[in-house]
C-alpha cells in the first residue's frame, strides 16, 4: 500500500472584467486579427481596482472546497502559486487561510511564475505521501494585469487575471497507474535563460513592481522542446504512451505552443483541454483554470488520465501526471 493525493474537486474564480482584443485595440497599436493568429487569444479577464490576488483565491478556494465536499477545518495545507503577491510579505497564502477560516495546519506561497500550479502540486503532493498532511487545498492565482507594460503591445495582450483551485487528500493505492490521485510529478528550471522573460523589478533590484519583459522567439523555442521533453518523462516513469492520456491540460500561453507540442506527441487536439481564447496567459491561474471548466463541463471524468505541462520565467517547467 502507499499513499496517494486523490483530487477530490477543483473551482475556479473569474474576475467579472473581461476585455476583448477590440477594446485594446482602441489603447495600443494592435487589432483583433493581428493577437488572434499570433496567440488565438480573443479576451481576457482583469481584476477590479481593490481586486487582490487573495481576493480571487478566496472565491476560488470557496468554490474548490464546496465541490470536493469538504470544509476550510478540514485542511491542513494550503499551497498558494503566484507571482502577484498582496504584499511583498507575508505569503499571500496565509491572507486567503485567514479568510477561509482555516484555523489549523500551514500556508504558503510558492512561486514559479507560470509553472507555479505544478510546482505547488508536486509540493502538496509530497506532504500528502509523506504523512506531513492529511488534505491539501493548491490554488493558483494571478492580478497579472497589474505587472504590465499597457504600452508593449508583445506583452500586454498576451495576459490575464483569474484564480482556480484543486482540494487534494491524502489516500491508500496500490502503486500501480490504476490508482487514483498523482501518479508523478516533474520539476524542471535553467536560470541560464533568466533573462527570455523576466519582471524588470523587485524590491532588491529597484524598489519597484516593474513590467513584464519577454524575448517572445526564445521562449517559443524553448517552450515547445522542454514541454514535449518532460511530458515524454513523465510518461516513461510510469510505463505509458501517449495514445494513453484521455486529456493534455497544458499551460495557457499560446496556441501556437500548445499545437506544437501536440504536434510532437502525435496526439490530437481533440484531446487538449485549451482555454487561451477565453482566458489569455493567466500563469500560474493557467492550468487549475483549465481543470475547473473542463471538470464543470464533463469532460474530464473520474477514471481519466490527465497530464499538465507548463513552462514559464527562469527558465521553470514541469509536469504532472494525474488518474482523476
Known amino acids: 500500500m502507499v499513499l496517494r493525493s486523490r483530487i477530490l474537486g477543483c ?12 477594446e485594446l485595440a482602441q489603447r495600443v497599436d494592435t487589432s483583433d486579427d493581428w493577437i488572434v493568429q499570433r496567440t488565438g487569444i480573443r479576451s481576457r479577464h482583469i481584476a477590479a481596482a481593490g481586486e487582490t490576488t487573495s481576493h480571487l483565491a478566496t472565491k476560488a478556494a470557496h468554490n474548490a472546497l464546496e465541490k470536493a465536499g469538504v470544509t476550510p477545518n478540514d485542511v491542513d495545507l494550503l499551497v498558494l502559486a503566484t507571482t502577484t503577491p498582496d504584499n511583498t510579505f507575508p505569503a499571500t497564502a496565509v491572507k486567503v487561510q485567514a479568510a477561509l477560516g482555516m484555523t ?16 505547488a502540486l508536486a509540493v502538496a503532493d509530497n506532504f500528502l505521501k509523506t504523512g506531513q498532511a492529511r488534505t491539501a487545498l493548491v490554488i493558483g492565482a494571478e492580478t497579472f ?26 489516500a491508500p493505492g496500490e502503486g500501480n497507474t490504476a490508482d487514483r490521485g498523482v501518479l508523478s510529478t516533474h520539476l524542471h528550471s535553467d536560470g541560464r535563460h533568466y533573462e527570455a522573460l523576466y519582471v524588470d523589478g523587485g524590491p532588491s533590484s529597484t524598489g519597484t ?22 511530458v515524454e518523462e513523465a510518461l516513461a516513469a510510469n510505463g505509458l504512451k501517449a495514445d494513453d492520456i484521455d486529456w493534455l491540460v497544458p499551460h495557457q500561453a499560446n496556441i501556437r505552443i500548445i499545437e506544437g507540442t501536440a504536434r510532437k506527441l502525435k496526439l490530437p487536439l481533440e484531446k487538449v483541454v485549451v482555454t487561451v481564447d ?3 496567459n493567466t500563469s500560474a491561474a493557467s492550468i487549475p483554470l483549465a481543470l475547473a471548466e473542463a471538470c464543470a463541463d464533463g469532460r474530464i471524468k473520474s477514471g481519466d488520465l490527465v497530464l499538465m505541462e507548463a513552462i514559464g520565467g527562469g527558465l521553470a517547467w514541469g509536469s504532472a501526471l494525474v488518474r482523476w
Do not use: K
Request: proline share 3%; charged share 15%; glycine share 10%.
Open 11 to 22: 473551482g475556479a474564480y473569474l474576475p467579472p472584467h473581461e476585455v476583448t482584443n477590440h
Open 145 to 170: 494585469s497589474r505587472l504590465l507594460d499597457w504600452e508593449d503591445r508583445t506583452t500586454c495582450v498576451l495576459f490575464g487575471d483569474g484564480a482556480a483551485a484543486m482540494v487534494l487528500q491524502a
Open 104 to 119: 489549523r495546519g500551514v500556508a504558503f506561497d510558492v512561486q514559479a511564475v507560470c509553472s507555479g500550479f505544478i510546482y
Open 209 to 230: 513592481t516593474g513590467h513584464v519583459r519577454m524575448q517572445g522567439q526564445e521562449v517559443f523555442r524553448h517552450a515547445v522542446l522542454r514541454l514535449s521533453q518532460v
Open 278 to 280: 477565453h482566458h489569455g
